[in-house]
């Protein structure tokens, strides 16, 4: 059997109970999380949250401490040259060598893959607006980042792991880097692992939703289906309700001067009665996709202003 | 790998006038002009080359490994169809190349520019540049050490410090051989030199194929199979940086308690009584005279040597106010006097001549005149005397030139020129006309020149197999009446020296050495009228084996003395006593004291003149049990760094005894070479039995339950497709 063909309808990528520490921390601790063959997946978290160590465990580049984990149906830890010219993998910071002119950059990259789609390349620089004599390092970031994911593209992979692809880039590279996406994942059976701080472009481009807070995956779902399952209300009191009212399910409580936002994932009949329990004024609102999101990175920092130093 | 190789020359090839600039700076500095006429080319550039040749390759290492182990570089670069071996190998080979090319192209300048010059102001010839390329093509194992260095998941104490001492520890061997070993050498040297390249160069690649996955503990930890070589090389490197901080604080001991002036020290040997011609046991020792302003032998006491059962007094006053003669040494004839690189000696003004004078490696003297400008004027052969451009004539067989020196520094010292020896014969160097005479036409295979009585002057020894020729050097007269004995001050070199005397020799007698044993190794000597007195015996008494002489004579047959020392009146130094050395000494890996015991044993085994090491051993009972308690002391403290040491790392039990069982073979390293081996573990309470257990385990060592995952917050949103 071919390397191309091995196990179709398995996920892209599947990890078990994987878990890496660097010292005594976890950083990344019993996460379990399957992308679908086919589907483009948004991986948010905060800086620290794990998103890059688990990246660099699916890609090989660190072993776990302990846990498995699998990509195109291979054990990240022995990936060959083969399986790896099948995956496209961008870095944090595009990064490409700046002695390089961007023709040379091409020429290393299809001598240095199996399969090689010149016209790709071509169309993806074009779209950036890059001179290929031009040396890497006279490139705007957003050119660089043209570069790098023209050659990611190029190689014709069937997965494409996204390390925060977006990250300083200017509105108009964001635009072109997300069509890009959009058209890649369109091209076929083709399967794309973006991560990513910017959540307009997550919405724009994913179908999925992962979301990690301090190593540990709490949401792993369709876009549509995150949305339906959270909800939120907002609390009119002075006090910090949830202080005295614990309630199911609650994902945050925010202060918005005297009054509170509640957000609460999977509401139920319990955790209605325990908002509605709260006193004063108690009204429901719409979650947009950035609230939602926002409330479960929330948990794990205390929100402060940089200004005053106060908790907000 | 090709576009691999082409992307890390491209990366990497400015740093390449980096090293031509160094190079060719350091080819320009060992230019005889700046390093002065005592300089000899081959030893001066291996010189330069042993500091600079390293620190390029280590820089390279250090600058090729460095960025493509940062996390975004390295995935850019590892994330394609290619090996991590790929990666490694592209590395080294782009590495060697820009290394090679930095180091060759100025040594080729040199060597054309000898070349175009030719020996006509210097002895020198352009492959004195090759002991200098072999050494930098060994000092290339610094760059697979520099990536070995370069490890990011590495410490400072382990992984980083430990890789360079090995190939530092290697490089230092290459020195040694090759500053002055000429072309054999240089050619055991590369091919020693390659296999070495080719060792690090394996071991650096194992290394960083795990670099690319860095793994944890458990992965490594657990067992060596398939993965012996970097664990080797680290236990040589633990084992190589203990040793030598050992050397270092005993040489800093030693500094510090030895004596920064001269202290006259009293030694026990045999001598030849002045006149009487009579063997004495005598204790002498060497004292400065401020009335001559030298140093002068003062005899402090001593006894005839009869034969009879008594025990010898060394220390009575029957020998003092007598003058005695010493015995010498019969030296075997070397191939290079010690002030050679391997192709040339330096150039030497023996007194009484008026060229200075070079051994050729390649069997000739090529003379030089000083003024009004160093020019080569004349080559001498053993056969005869050549115009100076070329090597003609037959080439002498081993150093004639620092043989006669060596062996005549008794005329040499009173301002005599001094014949040449070579393993075929003497011979004589003539003054105006520069010609040579062999005066003693004889195969060599030891050599002496022993004082012959007061005015007389030195006889000549020669051995050839177990026969000793003796020869009395004469002038035209046929006699030795040239010789004169100067003042031995500081004056000395002022007087006139009688330089234009035509020496001849004249066998005088042959004797047969008495054993086997004295064919081989050195032995003392000492001439009598009647007689040629041998002994091994010609150290001072406390190293003695045996304490008996012969006298052998021409036509008698051997006389055998053997004689017993009061050890009442010893006045050897006494070493057995407690020192901070002796406890250091307990500090060096016990497998190297039993390897230097052995050696030691097999010398004496295959040798019984050298010292017994188990005799040595019950004489020095204060120094030897030092040795032992301070060497318990650090095995007992090893013992305990290697079980903490090995539960820090998470070592099975069989490991952790395996390492205890090397304890008393490798002191300290054991515990040094766990650390630099395995990685550390980190432990968490079990929620089961609270006993801290290892994070890299499904299942906790003590209880056996395996990791819980995390409680549910109630918030967790996974669908069925996750």
């Known amino acids: 059997m071919s390397d191309k063909v091995a196990m179709p309808d398995a996920p892209a990528i599947r990890t078990h109970r994987l878990t890496r520490y660097f010292g ?171 991560s990513s ?32 399952r959270v909800a939120a209300w907002v609390v009119n009191t002075d006090d910090d309700p949830i202080a005295r009212h614990p309630i199911p399910g609650l994902v945050h409580c925010r202060s918005l001067g005297n009054r509170w936002l509640v957000t609460v994932a999977d509401p139920t009949d319990l955790s209605r009665e325990a908002i509605e329990g709260l006193g004063g004024g108690v009204q429901q609102v719409d979650v947009s996709f950035e609230d939602a999101v926002l409330a479960y990175l929330s948990r794990s920092r205390v929100d402060h202003s940089f200004f005053t130093g106060a908790a907000s | 790998m090709k576009p691999l190789i082409w992307k890390e020359f491209r990366e990497n090839v400015r740093w390449m006038p980096i090293g031509l600039l160094v190079s060719a700076a350091v080819c320009w500095m060992v230019h005889p002009r700046y390093q002065g006429n005592n300089s000899l080319l081959a030893i001066a550039l291996v010189n330069q080359f042993a500091i600079i040749t390293p620190l390029l390759a280590f820089a390279l290492g250090v600058v090729q490994a460095y960025r493509d182990l940062q996390n975004a570089a390295g995935a850019y670069l590892n994330h394609r169809g290619v090996t991590a071996s790929d990666v490694f190998l592209a590395k080294t080979i782009s590495g060697f190349a820009i290394y090679i090319v930095s180091v060759i192209v100025p040594l080729a300048g040199l060597a054309a520019w000898v070349a175009y010059h030719g020996m006509w102001w210097f002895p020198m010839r352009p492959a004195q540049v090759i002991p200098a390329f072999v050494f930098a093509l060994a000092a290339f194992a610094m760059h697979p050490a520099a990536t070995l260095m370069m490890s990011r998941s590495a410490s400072w104490w382990g992984t980083r410090l430990f890789p360079l001492a090995p190939a530092a520890a290697m490089l230092a061997v290459f ?23 080719a060792w690090m160069i394996a071991i650096a690649r194992q290394s ?100 009879a059962a008594t025990e010898l007094n060394v220390m009575a006053n029957d020998a003092k106010n007598r003058k005695f003669r010493y015995l010498n040494y019969v030296t075997q004839l070397r191939s290079m006097y010690y002030n050679s690189d391997g192709f040339f000696t330096q150039p030497n003004a023996s007194q009484g001549r008026s060229l200075n004078y070079a051994y050729d490696a390649r069997g000739y003297l090529i003379g030089y005149e000083q003024y009004p400008q160093l020019r080569w004027v004349t080559t001498i052969a053993a056969d005869g005397v050549h115009p100076a451009g070329v090597l003609a004539g037959k080439p002498f067989k081993l150093d004639a030139l620092g043989n006669g020196y060596q062996i005549f520094m008794t005329l040499a010292n009173f301002g005599f020129p001094h014949p040449l020896i070579d393993a075929d014969g003497v011979y004589v160097i003539d003054q105006d006309p520069i010609a040579i005479r062999k005066i003693i036409d004889l195969p060599i295979d030891g050599v002496s020149n022993v004082e012959a009585g007061e005015g007389l002057a030195p006889r000549l020894i020669i051995r050839s197999e177990n026969q000793l020729s003796e020869f009395q050097l004469v002038d035209e007269t046929g006699t030795d009446d040239w010789f004169e004995t100067q003042r031995s001050n ?36 000492a001439w009598t009228a009647d007689a040629i007195v041998v002994s091994k015996n010609w150290i001072d008494q406390q190293s003695s084996q045996s304490n008996d002489f012969y006298r052998l004579k021409a036509d008698a047959p051997i006389e055998k ?63 030897v049990s030092t040795f032992f308690v301070s060497f318990i002391i650090i095995t007992a403290l090893s013992f305990w760094l290697v079980r903490r040491a090995a539960y820090r790392r998470g070592l099975s039990r069989q490991q952790t005894r395996c390492w205890n069982w090397s304890v008393p073979f490798l002191g300290l390293a054991a515990p040094l070479s766990i650390i630099a081996i395995y990685r550390l573990v980190h432990r968490e309470p079990c929620p089961a039995c609270t006993a801290p257990r290892r994070v890299d385990l499904h299942e906790c060592e003590h209880c056996g339950e395996p990791w819980q995952p995390p409680a549910d917050q109630g918030i967790e949103i996974i669908d069925q497709a996750a």
Not at chain 1, 200 to 226: C, H, I, K, N, P
Not at chain 2, 500 to 523: C, H, M
């Open chain 1, 24 to 194: 005594r921390r976890a950083v990344v601790r019993d996460l379990d999380f399957a992308v679908p063959r086919g589907s483009v997946v948004g991986l948010l978290g905060l800086n620290g949250a794990g998103k890059t160590t688990a990246i660099r465990m699916l890609m090989g580049f660190l072993e776990p401490t302990r846990g498995t984990c699998e990509i195109l149906g291979h054990d990240s830890r022995h990936l060959t040259p083969q399986t790896r010219c099948r995956i496209g993998h961008t870095v944090e910071g595009h990064f490409l060598y700046p002695w390089m002119r961007v023709r040379e950059c091409e020429r290393f990259s299809r001598q240095t893959h199996s399969s090689w789609d010149g016209a790709m390349f071509e169309q993806s620089v074009r779209r950036f607006g890059i001179d290929t004599a031009a040396k890497v390092s006279w490139l705007s970031r957003g050119q660089r980042a043209g570069v790098s994911l023209a050659s990611t593209l190029a190689a014709n992979p069937e997965l494409l792991v996204l390390d925060d692809p977006a990250l300083g880039l200017d509105p108009v590279s964001r635009r072109a880097l997300n069509e890009t996406i959009v058209e890649f994942s369109e091209g076929g059976d083709r399967t794309v692992l973006l």
């Open chain 1, 197 to 228: 701080h910017l959540l307009e472009d997550v919405e724009r481009v994913a179908d999925r939703v992962a979301l990690m807070v301090d190593g540990r995956m709490l949401v792993d779902s369709t876009l549509d289906d995150f949305r339906s």
């Open chain 2, 208 to 307: 960083w194929r795990q670099l690319a996955s860095d793994p944890p503990a458990a992965t490594v930890n657990a067992s060596l199979r398939r993965r012996w070589l970097l664990p080797t090389y680290m236990l040589v490197g633990s084992v190589v940086c203990l040793t030598t901080a050992v050397m270092f604080a005993i040489a800093f001991v030693e500094d510090l308690s030895r004596s920064k002036v001269y202290v006259p020290t009293p030694t026990s040997t045999l001598a030849i009584e002045e006149g009487t011609d009579k063997v004495w046991l005598v204790t002498h020792q060497q004292d400065y005279d401020s009335s001559i302003g030298n140093y002068s032998d003062k005899v402090l006491g001593g006894e005839i040597v009869t034969g």
């Open chain 2, 175 to 197: 020195y040694a051989y090759l500053r002055d070993g000429g072309l054999l050498w240089a050619g055991i040297s590369f091919l020693v030199g390659l296999l070495m390249l």
């Open chain 2, 561 to 623: 003395v053997t004689f017993a020392i009061d050890p009442g009146t010893s006045v050897a130094p006494d070493f057995d006593k407690f020192t901070l050395t002796t406890m250091l000494v307990g500090m060096i890996p016990g497998g190297l004291d039993l390897t230097g015991f052995a050696i030691a044993l097999a010398i004496y085994i295959t040798d019984p003149s050298q010292p017994n090491p188990v005799v040595d051993f019950i004489r020095y009972p204060i120094m």
């Open chain 2, 490 to 525: 500081s004056m000395t070199r002022t007087q006139k020296i009688p330089n234009n005397i035509k020496l001849s020799a004249e066998l005088v007698r042959t004797v047969t050495l008495p054993d086997a044993g004295f064919t081989k190794g050195a032995f003392g000597i």
